[in-house]
């Protein structure tokens, strides 16, 4: 019997995927999709420019308008064109599933409106999707869709386990997003800024022009968003993000509040909150406004930010007398020595605090909320919560069930995927199959 098998793509993704697909499951028949034009059997802009396409089947305004919010190509677009892409992706993709009659997903981890409906297509009509990146242990992956966790019950060894926490255990420990971006020079940001501005401003409206195709979401990622390089790593950076001996940490009342990188996967699809107060900000903003002021909020900036966040968001911040801003190098692990309790929405730090018997505030969902007792779910951060009681917990038995969702592979999100070796994340998804283990 042939297995359909819808698989999301790119140029510099496909070679992998496909040889992913072809052995995962089994006497398959694999229809590929993607944006890039010429790269696979449907090329999604098919769908833009039709008015056929304008009604998408079981698909709500609310639905509409959360696809759009976490998505940083429409978010800023107008709204009546936003809702057209957003309409018109929907009914072309839930087309390919009624008429491929698919039975199973395999697609590139969630960052765009494409991604966005396709895994929620796929959801509605009970279709199993896989998805997979790398985690913040070199070596290993994670299957995820939204940022969950799932058991994979693969079995780690407690040699495995102990070898990672002596890794994080280390004073100088920093996950490899953020080991080359943790002393980020400012010529490398002016450099970052000129070249993102000709890909914006000379690059994306000549390849509209060129391919006919304007509401490509590939033309329209515009991180800049008009902002000039002065508003961003202007002469008053360094003299807002302090240093860790500039401040005064009162222990009984302070918090480490690390900040994300904007926009991400982690803060547009895998958190909720920034979603509903209007933007990552307006989130931040939106906590200390409703935390208690008696709260001392030690934020940090992530080294990636550094001369990408507008310097006007750092003054928003700070009009809450009870915060302050960390330079990105200022070291995670020497804040936390002063500290004992640190607030996350998801992200390494978390993890970190929780071996190093830190207090964690949750603030929204993530993958190992439910993994230590130490850590709790909350909506904000109130004086008293500095007071709950930390529980002896084996970091060896909480860094295991970490190491259960994680599969060992070479695998990372890189330009040129085609050398990485399939193998285990082949074997990591027939057995899933083989066990009815779905992902979400």
């Not at 509401?215 to 390089?229: E, S």
Request: proline letters at 4%.
């Amino acid at each position: 019997m042939t297995t359909n098998v819808l698989l999301y793509e790119r140029p510099y993704t496909k070679v992998f995927f496909r040889k992913v697909a072809i052995g995962a499951f089994n006497n398959c028949k694999l229809i590929t999709m993607s944006e890039y034009k010429n790269c696979s059997d449907i090329w999604l802009s098919r769908y833009l420019y039709s008015d056929a396409y304008d009604h998408a089947p079981y698909c709500d305004a609310l639905t509409v308008n959360d696809i759009i919010m976490r998505c940083r190509t429409l978010r800023i677009m107008d709204s009546t064109r936003a809702q057209r892409i957003v309409h018109r992706t929907w009914s072309g993709i839930f087309e390919l599933f009624q008429n491929f009659h698919i039975d199973y997903v395999l697609a590139m981890s969630l960052d765009n409106y494409v991604g966005d409906i396709l895994f929620r297509i796929a959801n509605l009509l009970g279709k199993p999707v896989y998805s997979f990146l790398g985690s913040f242990a070199s070596g290993y992956v994670r299957f995820t869709l939204r940022g969950e966790k799932n058991c994979l019950n693969r079995g780690v060894t407690i040699e495995e386990a102990q070898k990672l926490l002596t890794e994080i255990q280390k004073s100088y420990y920093l996950p490899p997003s953020e080991q080359e971006s943790s002393h980020r020079s400012k010529f490398a940001m002016r450099k970052w800024f000129l070249r993102r501005k000709a890909i914006e401003n000379i690059y994306y409206p000549l390849m509209k022009m060129i391919t006919n195709d304007p509401d490509n979401a590939r033309f329209n990622m515009l991180n800049l968003k008009g902002i000039k390089y002065s508003e961003c790593l202007s002469s008053e950076i360094d003299h807002l993000l302090k240093r860790l001996s500039d401040i005064k940490i009162n222990r009984k009342c302070a918090v480490y509040f690390p900040l994300h990188f904007c926009p991400e996967a982690t803060t547009d699809y895998y958190l909720d909150r920034p979603t509903r107060c209007g933007g990552y900000i307006n989130y931040i903003l939106d906590i200390l406004e409703h935390s208690d002021p008696q709260v001392q909020f030690i934020f940090k900036e992530h080294p990636s930010m550094y001369g990408q966040r507008p310097v006007k968001e750092y003054y928003k911040i700070l009009e809450f007398p009870n915060a302050t801003i960390l330079h990105p190098q200022v070291r995670s692990n020497e804040l936390m020595d002063s500290i004992d309790t640190v607030v996350v929405d998801n992200g390494t730090v978390g993890v970190e605090a929780l071996i190093r018997g830190k207090r964690v505030l949750a603030l929204d969902r993530n993958y190992y909320t439910d993994l230590h007792p130490n850590c709790h779910k909350v909506n904000y951060i109130k004086l008293s919560m500095l007071d709950i009681k930390l529980i002896q917990y084996d970091s060896l038995k909480f860094v295991s069930e970490l190491l259960d969702e994680w599969v060992k592979s070479d695998y990372e999100h890189s330009s040129d995927q085609s050398h990485y070796d399939p193998k285990p994340i082949i074997d990591a998804i027939k057995r899933m199959i083989r066990e009815d283990i779905r992902l979400g």
